[in-house]
Structure formats: C-alpha cells, structure tokens
C-alpha cells in the first residue's frame, strides 16, 4: 500500500544554519511546523497573521521574524 501523505526534505545540516543558531528551539520546531502547514495548505510559505497567530504564539512569530536583519 503506497503512503500517500507529503513529506518534506530537509538537510542534514539545516541546524547549522546562521538563521537557525540564533534562535530559540521552540521557534526553530515552529518553522518545521510552519513548512509542513504551508505544503498541506499549498500556500507557498505565506500565512494570514490570524491564521499564524492562531497556531504559534506571538513571541515565536517574532523570532524568526528578527532572525535575519534583511531576510528573515
């Protein structure tokens, strides 16, 4: 019987990038949920700030927001 759920990929070294080192684990388990959201919703990573406020708290959004000075 094939799986028919998604899946996504990630690299093996994704913890070592400079975007995730400097932030918390919560918010980097967060951006994991927040990939897998936007594949299930095909919504190419861009979510209503109700709907991403109704699944992560505020001081998590605002993470990763600040996790980059230009390209967050």
Do not use: Q, Y
């Not at 918390?24 to 190419?44: P, T």
């Amino acid at each position: 019987m094939k799986d028919e759920r998604l899946f996504m990929t990630f690299p093996n070294d994704m913890h070592r990038h400079p975007k995730l080192t400097r932030i918390s684990v919560a918010a980097r388990w967060a951006f994991i949920e927040m990939n897998g959201e936007a594949r299930l919703n095909d919504n190419d990573g861009v979510f209503s700030a109700e709907d991403a406020e109704f699944m992560w708290a505020p001081d998590l959004l605002a993470e990763l927001v600040d996790s980059h000075p230009s390209k967050p």
